[in-house]
């Protein structure tokens, strides 16, 4: 699985420093834990781009495969790697 992490400035004011340390954390819990499959990468993206196409507030972005997330939460986003990850 892939997770990526926009940190564009419109990311970043919203919250994607903490959405990336919540998945930083989540990652080091899980793969402790035999019940999740094998682990996941993490990739901080300068820009993804999708503030600009959009006339809408969609930051923070975060990208899991090929799911946007968009105004992602860290709810949200816990769920669906958990999700992924369950065995």
């Not at 892939?2 to 990311?11: I, T």
């Not at 600009?52 to 975060?62: E, I």
């Not at 495969?65 to 986003?77: K, M, P």
């Amino acid at each position: 699985m892939k997770v990526k992490v926009c940190m564009g400035s419109n990311c970043t004011l919203l919250g994607a420093m903490d959405l990336l340390d919540q998945i930083e954390d989540l990652k080091k819990l899980t793969s402790e834990d035999d019940n999740y499959s094998d682990d996941f990468d993490i990739e901080v993206v300068k820009c993804l781009g999708f503030c600009k196409k959009s006339k809408d507030n969609v930051a923070p972005v975060v990208v899991i495969d090929d799911e946007i997330l968009f105004n992602a939460t860290g709810q949200i986003v816990m769920e669906k790697i958990m999700s992924k990850k369950k065995k």
